[in-house]
Protein backbone atom coordinates (compact mmCIF):
# COMPACT_ATOMS: atom_id res chain seq x y z
CA UNK A 1 0.00 0.00 0.00
CA UNK A 2 1.54 3.00 -1.19
CA UNK A 3 -0.13 6.56 0.63
CA UNK A 4 0.62 9.84 -1.00
CA UNK A 5 0.90 13.38 0.26
CA UNK A 6 -2.94 14.08 -0.10
CA UNK A 7 -4.04 11.13 1.73
CA UNK A 8 -1.33 11.79 4.86
CA UNK A 9 -2.12 15.23 4.75
CA UNK A 10 -5.95 14.40 4.92
CA UNK A 11 -5.67 12.36 7.89
CA UNK A 12 -3.29 14.73 9.58
CA UNK A 13 -6.20 17.45 9.15
CA UNK A 14 -8.69 14.87 11.26
CA UNK A 15 -6.58 14.65 14.03
CA UNK A 16 -4.46 18.22 13.80
CA UNK A 17 -7.50 20.63 13.68
CA UNK A 18 -9.56 19.79 16.48
CA UNK A 19 -5.59 18.85 18.72
CA UNK A 20 -4.75 22.48 18.04
CA UNK A 21 -8.29 23.86 19.02
CA UNK A 22 -8.17 21.18 22.34
CA UNK A 23 -4.53 22.63 23.17
CA UNK A 24 -5.73 26.01 23.14
CA UNK A 25 -8.75 25.51 25.35
CA UNK A 26 -6.36 23.78 27.66
CA UNK A 27 -3.73 26.75 28.16
CA UNK A 28 -6.77 29.05 29.20
CA UNK A 29 -10.01 27.35 30.57
CA UNK A 30 -10.72 26.46 34.24
CA UNK A 31 -9.72 23.16 35.14
CA UNK A 32 -8.77 21.58 31.91
CA UNK A 33 -5.51 24.82 32.17
CA UNK A 34 -4.66 23.80 35.96
CA UNK A 35 -1.27 24.16 36.84
CA UNK A 36 -2.24 21.20 39.31
CA UNK A 37 -2.47 18.70 36.36
CA UNK A 38 1.14 17.86 34.78
CA UNK A 39 1.77 19.10 31.16
CA UNK A 40 2.43 15.23 30.30
CA UNK A 41 -0.90 14.47 31.51
CA UNK A 42 -2.71 17.36 29.74
CA UNK A 43 -0.89 16.34 26.12
CA UNK A 44 -2.28 12.89 26.74
CA UNK A 45 -5.65 14.22 27.51
CA UNK A 46 -5.51 16.62 24.56
CA UNK A 47 -4.44 13.94 22.19
CA UNK A 48 -7.19 10.91 23.36
CA UNK A 49 -10.02 13.97 23.03
CA UNK A 50 -8.96 14.86 19.78
CA UNK A 51 -8.45 11.36 18.38
CA UNK A 52 -12.28 10.86 19.66
CA UNK A 53 -13.56 14.02 17.40
CA UNK A 54 -11.20 13.16 14.36
CA UNK A 55 -13.66 10.10 14.79
CA UNK A 56 -16.94 11.92 14.97
CA UNK A 57 -16.68 15.08 12.84
CA UNK A 58 -17.63 15.46 9.68
CA UNK A 59 -15.15 15.34 6.60
CA UNK A 60 -12.99 18.13 7.60
CA UNK A 61 -10.22 19.62 4.98
CA UNK A 62 -6.79 18.28 4.89
CA UNK A 63 -4.26 20.07 6.66
CA UNK A 64 -1.92 22.25 4.65
CA UNK A 65 1.28 21.15 3.25
CA UNK A 66 2.88 24.11 3.04
CA UNK A 67 4.96 25.77 5.95
CA UNK A 68 3.83 28.75 6.38
CA UNK A 69 0.02 27.99 5.61
CA UNK A 70 -0.07 25.20 8.69
CA UNK A 71 1.93 27.93 10.67
CA UNK A 72 -1.07 30.26 10.41
CA UNK A 73 -3.59 27.63 10.75
CA UNK A 74 -1.74 26.67 13.74
CA UNK A 75 -1.96 29.89 15.41
CA UNK A 76 -5.26 30.50 14.50
CA UNK A 77 -6.96 27.15 15.93
CA UNK A 78 -4.81 27.89 19.22
CA UNK A 79 -5.93 31.16 19.52
CA UNK A 80 -9.47 30.26 18.86
CA UNK A 81 -9.59 27.22 21.33
CA UNK A 82 -7.93 29.69 24.12
CA UNK A 83 -10.68 32.27 23.44
CA UNK A 84 -13.65 29.66 24.13
CA UNK A 85 -11.55 28.86 27.41
CA UNK A 86 -11.10 32.29 28.56
CA UNK A 87 -14.58 33.12 28.01
CA UNK A 88 -15.02 30.53 30.64
CA UNK A 89 -12.37 31.54 33.18
CA UNK A 90 -14.81 34.67 34.23
CA UNK A 91 -16.64 32.22 36.17
CA UNK A 92 -13.90 31.32 38.43
CA UNK A 93 -12.51 34.70 37.99
CA UNK A 94 -15.28 36.12 39.67
CA UNK A 95 -15.56 34.29 42.40
CA UNK A 96 -11.96 34.59 43.71
CA UNK A 97 -12.05 38.44 43.10
CA UNK A 98 -15.02 38.10 45.80
CA UNK A 99 -12.73 36.22 48.10
CA UNK A 100 -9.76 39.24 47.48
CA UNK A 101 -12.32 41.90 47.79
CA UNK A 102 -13.52 40.57 50.98
CA UNK A 103 -9.80 39.81 52.45
CA UNK A 104 -9.36 43.17 51.69
CA UNK A 105 -12.53 44.61 53.81
CA UNK A 106 -11.91 41.92 57.16
CA UNK A 107 -8.31 42.73 57.03
CA UNK A 108 -6.80 39.12 56.11
CA UNK A 109 -4.84 40.72 53.19
CA UNK A 110 -1.40 40.37 54.86
CA UNK A 111 -2.22 36.76 55.20
CA UNK A 112 -0.95 35.10 51.98
CA UNK A 113 0.49 31.63 50.12
CA UNK A 114 2.08 29.91 47.67
CA UNK A 115 -0.64 28.94 45.24
CA UNK A 116 0.43 26.82 41.90
CA UNK A 117 -2.66 28.08 40.29
CA UNK A 118 -0.94 31.98 40.32
CA UNK A 119 2.40 33.31 39.02
CA UNK A 120 3.22 34.48 42.60
CA UNK A 121 1.51 34.93 46.56
CA UNK A 122 -2.30 35.49 46.91
CA UNK A 123 -4.10 36.27 49.51
CA UNK A 124 -5.63 33.29 51.17
CA UNK A 125 -9.28 34.10 51.47
CA UNK A 126 -8.67 34.38 47.23
CA UNK A 127 -7.09 30.80 47.14
CA UNK A 128 -10.12 29.47 49.37
CA UNK A 129 -12.86 31.22 46.97
CA UNK A 130 -10.68 30.24 43.96
CA UNK A 131 -11.36 26.29 44.75
CA UNK A 132 -15.07 27.31 46.16
CA UNK A 133 -15.75 28.76 42.51
CA UNK A 134 -13.81 25.87 40.80
CA UNK A 135 -16.33 23.59 42.20
CA UNK A 136 -19.25 25.49 41.90
CA UNK A 137 -18.26 25.80 37.86
CA UNK A 138 -17.57 21.59 37.53
CA UNK A 139 -20.86 20.98 39.30
CA UNK A 140 -23.00 23.21 36.88
CA UNK A 141 -21.42 21.16 34.75
CA UNK A 142 -19.17 23.89 32.69
CA UNK A 143 -15.97 21.29 31.89
CA UNK A 144 -18.69 19.16 29.86
CA UNK A 145 -20.16 22.36 28.48
CA UNK A 146 -17.54 23.95 27.19
CA UNK A 147 -15.90 20.78 25.43
CA UNK A 148 -19.47 20.15 23.43
CA UNK A 149 -19.60 23.66 22.32
CA UNK A 150 -15.64 23.16 21.10
CA UNK A 151 -17.17 20.11 19.60
CA UNK A 152 -19.81 21.98 17.72
CA UNK A 153 -17.22 24.37 16.51
CA UNK A 154 -16.27 22.44 13.74
CA UNK A 155 -20.07 21.94 12.95
CA UNK A 156 -19.25 24.17 9.86
CA UNK A 157 -15.52 23.09 8.97
CA UNK A 158 -12.63 25.01 10.66
CA UNK A 159 -13.97 28.74 9.97
CA UNK A 160 -13.75 30.76 13.31
CA UNK A 161 -16.35 33.20 14.63
CA UNK A 162 -16.28 36.47 13.00
CA UNK A 163 -14.03 39.48 14.68
CA UNK A 164 -17.81 41.75 15.26
CA UNK A 165 -18.96 38.71 17.64
CA UNK A 166 -15.77 38.56 19.56
CA UNK A 167 -17.46 41.98 21.10
CA UNK A 168 -19.83 39.75 23.80
CA UNK A 169 -16.70 38.44 25.08
CA UNK A 170 -15.70 41.95 26.13
CA UNK A 171 -18.72 42.17 27.79
CA UNK A 172 -18.16 39.69 30.40
CA UNK A 173 -15.82 42.04 32.49
CA UNK A 174 -18.33 43.75 33.62
CA UNK A 175 -20.12 39.94 34.61
CA UNK A 176 -16.83 39.62 36.45
CA UNK A 177 -17.08 43.16 38.45
CA UNK A 178 -20.73 42.82 39.37
CA UNK A 179 -20.60 39.31 40.45
CA UNK A 180 -17.41 39.76 42.60
CA UNK A 181 -18.58 42.84 44.35
CA UNK A 182 -21.91 41.41 45.17
CA UNK A 183 -20.39 38.10 46.71
CA UNK A 184 -18.21 40.39 48.57
CA UNK A 185 -20.89 43.06 49.69
CA UNK A 186 -21.94 41.77 52.68
CA UNK A 187 -18.85 40.76 54.01
CA UNK A 188 -17.94 45.08 53.11
CA UNK A 189 -20.81 46.27 54.73
CA UNK A 190 -19.84 43.68 57.52
CA UNK A 191 -17.30 45.68 58.12
CA UNK A 192 -18.14 49.15 57.49
CA UNK A 193 -20.64 48.62 60.16
CA UNK A 194 -17.47 47.47 62.94
CA UNK A 195 -15.05 49.95 61.91
CA UNK A 196 -17.78 52.69 62.45
CA UNK A 197 -19.35 50.77 65.64
CA UNK A 198 -15.45 50.63 66.87
CA UNK A 199 -14.15 54.35 65.99
CA UNK A 200 -17.45 55.75 68.13
CA UNK A 201 -16.34 53.62 70.98
CA UNK A 202 -12.42 54.82 70.63
CA UNK A 203 -13.95 58.13 71.26
CA UNK A 204 -15.50 57.34 74.59
CA UNK A 205 -13.25 54.87 75.72
CA UNK A 206 -9.56 55.71 73.73
CA UNK A 207 -7.98 52.09 75.21
CA UNK A 208 -10.91 50.45 73.26
CA UNK A 209 -8.73 51.03 70.04
CA UNK A 210 -8.89 49.23 66.84
CA UNK A 211 -5.94 47.06 67.56
CA UNK A 212 -7.07 46.03 70.69
CA UNK A 213 -10.75 45.31 69.80
CA UNK A 214 -11.54 46.24 66.51
CA UNK A 215 -8.87 44.36 64.30
CA UNK A 216 -9.93 40.57 66.21
CA UNK A 217 -13.74 42.03 66.34
CA UNK A 218 -13.35 42.74 62.10
CA UNK A 219 -11.91 39.00 61.44
CA UNK A 220 -14.54 37.17 63.35
CA UNK A 221 -17.33 38.90 61.92
CA UNK A 222 -15.86 39.00 58.46
CA UNK A 223 -15.35 34.96 58.57
CA UNK A 224 -18.83 34.48 59.98
CA UNK A 225 -20.31 36.40 57.01
CA UNK A 226 -18.29 34.60 54.35
CA UNK A 227 -19.16 31.17 56.21
CA UNK A 228 -22.82 32.59 55.88
CA UNK A 229 -22.83 33.91 52.14
CA UNK A 230 -21.27 30.54 50.92
CA UNK A 231 -24.39 29.26 49.54
CA UNK A 232 -24.78 31.62 47.33
CA UNK A 233 -21.87 30.47 45.50
CA UNK A 234 -23.08 27.87 43.67
CA UNK A 235 -25.87 29.91 41.69
CA UNK A 236 -24.00 32.67 41.40
CA UNK A 237 -21.85 29.96 39.76
CA UNK A 238 -24.52 28.64 37.83
CA UNK A 239 -25.45 31.75 36.88
CA UNK A 240 -22.05 33.24 35.16
CA UNK A 241 -21.92 29.76 33.70
CA UNK A 242 -24.93 30.26 31.50
CA UNK A 243 -23.84 34.33 30.72
CA UNK A 244 -20.37 32.57 29.70
CA UNK A 245 -22.01 29.93 27.65
CA UNK A 246 -24.08 32.26 25.66
CA UNK A 247 -20.89 34.36 24.92
CA UNK A 248 -19.49 31.37 23.82
CA UNK A 249 -22.77 30.12 21.38
CA UNK A 250 -21.67 33.59 20.11
CA UNK A 251 -18.36 33.05 19.39
CA UNK A 252 -19.22 29.83 17.41
CA UNK A 253 -18.97 30.16 13.85
CA UNK A 254 -22.90 29.95 12.31
CA UNK A 255 -22.78 28.33 8.95
Avoid at 205 to 221: C, E, K, Y
Amino acid sequence: MVLDQAQILSWLGHFLWPFLRITGLFLTAPLYGSNLIPAMVKSVIAATFAAALALWLPNLPPFPGDPFSAIYAGVVQIAYGALLGMAMQIVTAAIASAGEIAGLSMGLSFAELQFRESHGNTPVLYDVMLWAGLLGYMAAGGPIWLFAALAHSFAHGIGVAPLSSWANLAGLGGALFSAAVGLALPVMAVGLCVNLTVGLTTIFAPSMNLLSIGFPLLILAGLWMVTASLPTIDPTAQHLTLTCMDAVAALLPHG
